[in-house]
């Protein structure tokens, strides 16, 4: 049992896929709650074997690691290991990226509800090619005054972009379906205000009825960008050369089939910040934009890579109620822009939040923007001209910015 789900009955498609079934703390410094008396660091051992027995057996090809491992309550500070649940999450993802596996499958408790006949929905209809979307040209812009007559980015603005995530794994994409009203892909919201949605475009290997669904109903306000880190979750650090090139093919693959061209979630776990190599290659597949967390993020940003922008998304995400949320874009707001003197454009990031949630966000925004609620570094009002958009006009006016000014 996991919080919310069982996993159990997923297991229908692991036997299926003729997977290795395995339940091991990844931790070397403490015993496992469920194997208190063992020899200390005997399961992070046993769980390295595989992983090197599996690697062999793949020849250097990718791995497909279905779920997680429990590291959320199972090995962690929540019952009272050494540990904090996402030092598991970080933890055991670097060691399957170090011998090239890749998640995709289960989240174990994603929207509280499990997840199961995925052997079914392997054999849906495959969505057919995409194209990406058509960016905006700088005649758009200067009509939605975003840029002045002159080709720069217009002031008073400061532009904000809503990274909804995290679906690089079946699990959250399934339950994305689930009927309720305010939480998933049938919210009313949906469409009322620009999101990036950070979907895995391999998962048309395990959903691709699903998936064909997604992009048949989406919204014009709805866009697809890659989450973490590429089609599937792992972090590309942990890669060796040889995995790095298989990884980088079967994303930019999927990227160009499904037209993907930005990397929403570019996550290396415990290998901090991206190598300059990696976040080079990187470019080649999402070109229109990247973005990273702030702690792995390398001065100076935002900047342009090979002539793609890069910025960070912060630690502040968006959760709670709207109020809570704006306020987290205002202290965003005073730090980056106003202390650091970074451009005003801030990504900002959510974590299975339903439109309704960022809808009122932007809402709440304007609205105590308009009352003059928000204060500067020196305590007096101050209006930044909050101003959500969609990805491709987000990193069109940041290069933009970075190229003028």
Same mark, same amino acid.
């Given at each position: 049992?996991?919080?919310?789900?069982?996993?159990?009955?997923?297991?229908?498609?692991?036997?299926?896929?003729?997977?290795?079934?395995?339940?091991?703390?990844?931790?070397?410094?403490?015993?496992?709650?469920?194997?208190?008396?063992?020899?200390?660091?005997?399961?992070?051992?046993?769980?390295?074997?595989?992983?090197?027995?599996?690697?062999?057996?793949?020849?250097?090809?990718?791995?497909?690691?279905?779920?997680?491992? #429990?590291?959320?309550?199972?090995?962690?500070?929540?019952?009272?290991?050494?540990?904090?649940? +996402?030092?598991?999450?970080?933890?055991?993802?670097?060691?399957?990226?170090?011998? *090239? !596996?890749?998640?995709?499958?289960?989240?174990?408790?994603?929207?509280?509800?499990?997840?199961?006949?995925?052997?079914?929905?392997?054999?849906? #209809?495959?969505?057919?090619?995409?194209?990406?979307?058509?960016?905006?040209?700088?005649?758009?812009?200067?009509?939605? !005054?975003? &840029?002045?007559?002159?080709?720069?980015?217009?002031?008073?603005? +400061?532009?904000?972009?809503?990274?909804?995530?995290?679906?690089?794994?079946?699990? #959250?994409?399934?339950?994305? &379906?689930?009927?309720?009203?305010?939480?998933?892909?049938?919210? @009313?919201? /949906?469409?009322?205000?620009?999101?990036?949605? !950070?979907?895995?475009?391999?998962?048309?290997?395990?959903?691709?009825?699903?998936?064909?669904?997604?992009?048949? +109903?989406?919204?014009?306000?709805? $866009?697809?960008?890659?989450?973490?880190?590429?089609?599937?979750?792992?972090?590309?650090?942990?890669?060796?050369?040889? !995995?790095?090139?298989?990884?980088?093919?079967?994303?930019?693959? $999927?990227?160009?089939?499904? *037209?993907?061209?930005?990397?929403?979630?570019?996550?290396?776990?415990?290998?901090?910040?991206?190598?300059?190599?990696?976040?080079?290659?990187?470019?080649?597949?999402?070109?229109?934009?990247?973005?990273? @967390?702030?702690?792995?993020?390398?001065? @100076?940003?935002?900047?342009?890579? /090979?002539?793609?922008?890069?910025?960070?998304?912060?630690?502040?995400?968006?959760?709670?109620?709207?109020?809570?949320?704006?306020?987290?874009?205002?202290?965003?707001?005073?730090?980056?822009?106003?202390?650091?003197?970074?451009? #005003?454009?801030?990504?900002? /990031?959510?974590?299975?939040?339903?439109?309704?949630?960022?809808?009122?966000? /932007?809402?709440?925004?304007?609205?105590?923007?308009?009352? *003059?609620?928000?204060?500067?570094?020196?305590?007096?009002?101050?209006?930044?001209?909050?101003?959500?958009?969609?990805?491709? +006009?987000?990193?069109?006016?940041?290069?933009?910015?970075?190229?003028?000014?």
């Amino acid at each position: 049992m996991t919080r919310g789900g069982t996993y159990a009955l997923e297991r229908d498609t692991v036997v299926q896929q003729r997977g290795f079934a395995f339940d091991l703390s990844p931790w070397p410094d403490e015993p496992p709650t469920d194997d208190p008396a063992q020899p200390l660091g005997a399961d992070a051992a046993t769980l390295g074997q595989i992983l090197t027995a599996a690697e062999d057996q793949a020849g250097g090809g990718l791995i497909k690691i279905w779920g997680f491992i #429990p590291w959320y309550e199972k090995y962690s500070s929540v019952v009272g290991g050494k540990h904090l649940p +996402t030092d598991g999450e970080w933890e055991s993802t670097w060691l399957f990226s170090q011998h *090239g !596996g890749y998640l995709q499958g289960g989240g174990g408790d994603a929207y509280g509800v499990a997840m199961a006949n995925v052997s079914v929905h392997k054999f849906g #209809p495959k969505p057919a090619g995409r194209a990406a979307p058509r960016p905006p040209t700088e005649a758009d812009l200067i009509a939605a !005054g975003y &840029l002045t007559p002159d080709g720069k980015v217009s002031p008073g603005h +400061t532009f904000v972009l809503f990274y909804a995530g995290d679906y690089d794994l079946a699990h #959250p994409v399934l339950a994305l &379906l689930a009927s309720y009203a305010t939480a998933g892909w049938v919210d @009313p919201q /949906r469409g009322q205000v620009p999101l990036a949605w !950070g979907f895995n475009p391999g998962l048309v290997e395990d959903i691709p009825g699903v998936m064909t669904y997604f992009y048949a +109903t989406a919204a014009p306000q709805d $866009y697809f960008v890659a989450a973490n880190s590429g089609a599937g979750y792992l972090n590309p650090d942990g890669l060796t050369e040889v !995995g790095l090139l298989r990884w980088l093919w079967r994303s930019g693959l $999927y990227y160009w089939l499904y *037209g993907y061209n930005v990397q929403g979630f570019l996550l290396n776990g415990n290998g901090a910040h991206l190598s300059q190599r990696r976040l080079d290659a990187f470019t080649f597949i999402a070109p229109v934009g990247i973005l990273s @967390p702030e702690i792995q993020t390398d001065e @100076p940003w935002p900047r342009l890579q /090979r002539g793609t922008p890069v910025s960070a998304i912060p630690a502040e995400a968006l959760a709670g109620t709207p109020d809570v949320a704006a306020e987290a874009i205002h202290t965003v707001y005073r730090r980056a822009v106003l202390q650091q003197g970074r451009p #005003p454009f801030l990504a900002m /990031r959510s974590a299975f939040q339903p439109p309704t949630f960022l809808w009122g966000t /932007r809402d709440r925004l304007q609205t105590l923007e308009a009352e *003059g609620h928000f204060t500067g570094l020196d305590g007096a009002p101050v209006y930044p001209g909050y101003t959500v958009v969609d990805p491709y +006009t987000f990193f069109f006016l940041l290069d933009r910015w970075l190229a003028t000014e």
